[in-house]
T-cell receptor, first 110, second 116 residues
């Protein structure tokens, strides 16, 4: 299984863009990159996913490098409610199991 | 609409007792997952149900753990003879249908299990 590496924690000022990096250097060609987040005492929440191309939705943007060995989740205008643990996950090929790491604890400061 | 619900939200039990945790998935979702999350850790896969197929039980940590899904909807996770190391948050998720690259899992709020 491809594994991911994320910083343990990050801070970001409210209103600024939060850029969360993720390394997945052993990713396979048919593996997708998923991002979920978990606000304290809640279940995880899906954010976005992608394969090769950059993706954007109402919550965030996902930038995947051309070699697919790393990606960045961008929250364009962070708010205090974005404080959470963010998980970068690479799914096992042809398998529904998501392998979860420890994630990045993002703290948005006023 | 209604999301994934789990009950109870908190469960405190004594070592050696059996516990049952319940999950009500989103209506119409064919896939259902159970995970376990210890304090400060990521999620640990336990079991997966998809439609009428045999469940994938490969993540269950011991034979004290079992799960069933009745009528393709509600699921119950049972832990027999609970141990202190079973203390964790147990999370349930459902998704409409797994297809590679399109699976989005919707999570419930979890059940916090404490074994004394």
């Amino acid at each position: 299984d491809a594994k991911t590496t994320q910083p343990t924690s990050m801070d970001c000022a409210e209103g600024r863009a939060a850029n969360l990096p993720c390394n997945h250097s052993t990713i396979s060609g048919n593996e997708y990159v998923y991002w979920y987040r978990q606000i304290h005492s809640q279940g995880p929440q899906y954010i976005i996913h992608g394969l090769k191309n950059n993706e954007t939705n109402e919550m965030a943007s996902l930038i995947i490098t051309e070699d697919r060995k790393s990606s960045t989740l961008i929250l364009p205008h962070a708010t205090l409610r974005d404080t959470a643990v963010y998980y970068c996950i690479v799914n096992r090929d042809s398998n529904y199991q998501l392998i979860w790491g420890a994630g990045t604890k993002l703290i948005i400061k006023p | 609409g209604a999301g994934v619900s789990q009950s109870p939200s908190n469960k405190v039990t004594e070592k050696g007792k059996d516990v049952e945790l319940r999950c009500d998935p989103i209506s119409g979702h064919t896939a259902l997952y159970w995970y376990r999350q210890s304090l400060g850790q990521g999620l640990e896969f336990l079991i997966y149900f998809q439609g009428n197929s045999a469940p994938d039980k490969s993540g269950l940590p011991s034979d004290r753990f079992s799960a069933e899904r009745t009528g393709g909807s509600v699921s119950t996770l049972t832990i027999q003879r609970t141990q202190q190391e079973d203390s964790a948050v147990y999370l349930c998720a459902s998704s409409p249908l797994y297809r590679l690259g399109t699976d989005t899992q919707y999570f419930g709020p979890g059940t916090r299990l404490t074994v004394l």
